[in-house]
């Protein structure tokens, strides 16, 4: 297996490059490990451990450039944080479980709990970006490192890693990192927190340093809104109307939530996300 050391360091340094997908060192975990069920989603019915009929021998997808139009856009908004190339290359050092089917069924009851360390340490990762968060950089660099440590262990470790309580100990760090944030702005910050907010009309809204956390904005239009230094990590945006919506400054959005909104040209981004093909 190869010195860890070589691969912790990008993390501790707040590389999110290494935090991003590289389908071409993974096994197509994604297409594998996970279930899912026939939906608006998923055209098909796919039980975990069970890959995926589109699931081609060189593991690349038959119907990549095609999978909202074959009814599977759930694949298109999924974000594996740079799990998938984790798992195959460095916690089974290269092992391929279709060569090696022996590794299988850990391989495919690991992967999901990487993802989730992989997450926290995105937001980690960014939360160590604001610079409103000075106060508390030790604690969150003592929380990535923490993190990056279990994403290391072997297989049999890692399987049985208890994600929800590392979960309870990163959150209230990336709540207070964002409270700080958040308290810049003078005027009043609107807490939506787990809202029911599905099909709000909130165009042009003005929802600066909002705490959205968790809310459900499913088709909620929020065309020209303004989103800067609201938190939305957690928010289903899910077909929300982000046309011209400004969420350059907002916090914890992460890529998979734009994949599955709609916007255009005239919406404004965050570095390092993207706008994605479909708006």
């Not at 050092?93 to 992989?118: C, I, N, S």
């Not at 959205?212 to 800067?228: K, S, T, V």
């Not at 945006?237 to 907002?250: M, N, P, Q, V, W």
Request: charged share 25%.
């Amino acid at each position: 297996m190869p010195d860890e050391r070589e691969h912790a360091a990008p993390f501790l340094t707040g590389d999110r490059l290494s935090l991003q997908a590289d389908c071409e060192n993974c096994f197509a975990l994604c297409c594998v490990a996970p279930a899912f069920s026939a939906s608006t989603d998923f055209a098909i019915n796919k039980d975990a451990g069970q890959a995926c009929p589109n699931l081609r021998p060189d593991f690349r997808c038959g119907i990549h450039s095609q999978l909202r139009q074959k009814g599977f856009r759930g694949c298109t908004v999924y974000d594996c944080f740079g799990a998938g190339q984790k798992v195959s290359q460095i916690t089974f050092a290269g092992k391929d479980w279709r060569k090696a089917p022996e590794t299988a069924k850990q391989m495919f009851k690991v992967f999901p709990v990487m993802r989730d360390l992989h997450e926290l340490l995105w937001y980690l990762t960014q939360a160590l970006t604001f610079q409103a968060a000075r106060p508390i950089h030790d604690e969150l660099k003592h929380a990535l490192a923490e993190t990056e440590r279990l994403t290391h262990d072997t297989p049999d470790v890692l399987a049985e890693v208890d994600v929800a309580a590392q979960r309870r100990q990163v959150n209230p760090l990336l709540l207070h990192a964002s409270e700080l944030v958040r308290a810049q702005l003078p005027h009043k910050k609107k807490d939506r927190r787990g809202a029911d907010l599905i099909g709000a009309r909130l165009k042009g809204a003005d929802l600066r340093g909002a705490n959205l956390r968790g809310a459900y904005l499913i088709g909620a239009d929020l065309r020209g809104a303004d989103l800067r230094m609201a938190d939305l990590i957690g928010a289903d945006l899910r077909d929300a109307d982000l046309r011209g919506a400004d969420l350059t400054e907002s916090i914890f959005l992460i890529q998979s939530q734009l994949d599955a909104a709609r916007g255009d040209d005239r919406t404004r981004l965050p570095s390092p996300l993207t706008r994605p093909a479909h708006w």
